[in-house]
């Protein structure tokens, strides 16, 4: 085993350093520090799309299954979906005070069985 040894002199009057590295020790780069780290920001950039868009699904829901149904489309509650839990949740009965309001509305539908009530009764 071949030993080097290398000197490093930082301000010759404060200290004086040697070590001794042998050559199996040395680590050889096969990708480019600058080349890893720009892969390693795109991959966390797609992981963060991926999750915004993951959320933005949940924020929308199944359009096909509507839960609460209201006058005002906005309003509508869908299977699935979801809200922020910092901003509040619009609801369809918010502004019913006001005499704009008249004759607004909301449905809701049933989804699935409700197992309380699926015994037979005899």
Known sequence: MELTVEKFHWWPHKWKCIRCISQTEFSVIKIPMAVQQRLKRE????RRKQREQQVQNSRMGNKKVPIITCRRSEFNYYYGQSYNKFSAVP???????????AGDYFTINSHGSVSCLSFHCS
């Open 43 to 46: 991959k966390l950039k797609e």
């Open 91 to 101: 609801l369809a009965s918010k502004g019913w005070l006001h005499k704009k309001a």
